[in-house]
T-cell receptor
Framework: TQLLEQSPQFLSIQEGENLTVYCNSSSVFSSLQWYRQEPGEGPVLLVTVVTGGEVKKLKRLTFQFGDARKDSSLHITAAQPGDTGLYLCAGGGADGLTFGKGTHLIIQP | GAGVSQSPSNKVTEKGKDVELRCDPISGHTALYWYRQSLGQGLEFLIYFQGNSAPDKSGLPSDRFSAERTGGSVSTLTIQRTQQEDSAVYLC???????????????FGNGTRLTVT
């Protein structure tokens, strides 16, 4: 069974600060996705990375896939209250798509 | 265009009753997934459909859970003899092609919040 560990589980910071959340596994994934979920809604895809070492940027969000394709990070620069939500990573492999438990992020104005 | 639609959005049922949850995927999406999300537990995979067949139903927690998909479109998740531990948000997602291993995007509905009393 492939497992994804996300850390931290909860994070509350002030608007304007930078933060990084992590997604780690002992398994190798063919792809890794990051989703954001707001209360009462389903997760929405932010990015998919497929190549080891790949870096993708989405405005103030920077996603990196580890060289060995076992881990990923999400860095947010100058966090805004609109970034508040549950951030989920999901690893894709031959056995399926495995979700982590998520990082609950709160950005306080 | 329309996204993934789930109904009902909320369902309260008594222990022991049967419930049916419905999912209307995005038109043309061949792959459909059911997940369960409990507080603090992340997304738990239940079942995957490709067209009308279910090549992976390994996540169904017991034989009280079943799902079907008809016409390559609408899917129904049925829970028989509901138990309190079945209380959760049930999410449906669809994708144009299978989401793994190469990461085709999943498009989620807003879920059905099931409460078993």
């Amino acid at each position: 069974t492939q497992l994804l560990e996300q850390s931290p589980q909860f994070l509350s910071i002030q608007e304007g600060e930078n933060l990084t959340v992590y997604c780690n596994s002992s398994s190798v994934f063919s792809s890794l996705q990051w989703y954001r979920q707001e209360p009462g809604e389903g997760p929405v895809l932010l990015v998919t990375v497929v190549t080891g070492g790949e870096v993708k940027k989405l405005k103030r969000l920077t996603f990196q896939f580890g060289d060995a394709r076992k881990d990923s990070s999400l860095h947010i620069t100058a966090a805004q209250p609109g970034d508040t939500g549950l951030y989920l990573c999901a690893g894709g492999g031959a056995d399926g798509l495995t979700f982590g438990k998520g990082t609950h992020l709160i950005i306080q104005p | 265009g329309a996204g993934v639609s789930q109904s009902p959005s909320n369902k309260v049922t008594e222990k022991g009753k049967d419930v049916e949850l419905r999912c209307d995927p995005i038109s043309g999406h061949t792959a459909l997934y059911w997940y369960r999300q409990s507080l603090g537990q992340g997304l738990e995979f239940l079942i995957y459909f490709q067209g009308n067949s279910a090549p992976d139903k390994s996540g169904l927690p017991s034989d009280r859970f079943s799902a079907e998909r008809t016409g390559g479109s609408v899917s129904t998740l049925t829970i028989q003899r509901t138990q309190q531990e079945d209380s959760a948000v049930y999410l449906c997602a669809s994708s144009l092609t299978p989401a793994y291993p190469r990461g085709s995007p999943l498009h989620f509905g807003n879920g059905t919040r099931l409460t078993v009393t």
